[in-house]
């Protein structure tokens, strides 16, 4: 059984900060169709950006 991805940002496979890659990893989905949902989820009204920033900031550097 192997332990699963920490919950950190990945630097390696960044755009802009890694945050999208990260959580990709950590869940494990694509990361192309997190980061094609989270553009598309920025049409929507709501604290997208403001999520995206909170993450940026207290997600650790993987």
């Given at each position: 059984m192997t332990s699963p991805a920490?919950?950190?940002r990945d630097t390696n496979?960044?755009?802009?900060?890694?945050?999208?890659?990260?959580?990709?990893?950590?869940?494990?989905i694509s990361?192309?169709?997190l980061r094609i949902a989270a553009?598309?989820?920025c049409i929507l009204p709501?604290?997208?950006f403001i999520a995206?920033?909170?993450l940026w900031i207290?997600?650790?550097k993987g």
């Open positions: 920490r919950f950190a496979n960044k755009v802009i900060a890694g945050v999208c890659s990260g959580l990709a990893r950590r869940f494990g990361r192309t169709a553009v598309v989820s709501g604290p997208q995206y920033i909170v207290f997600m650790p």
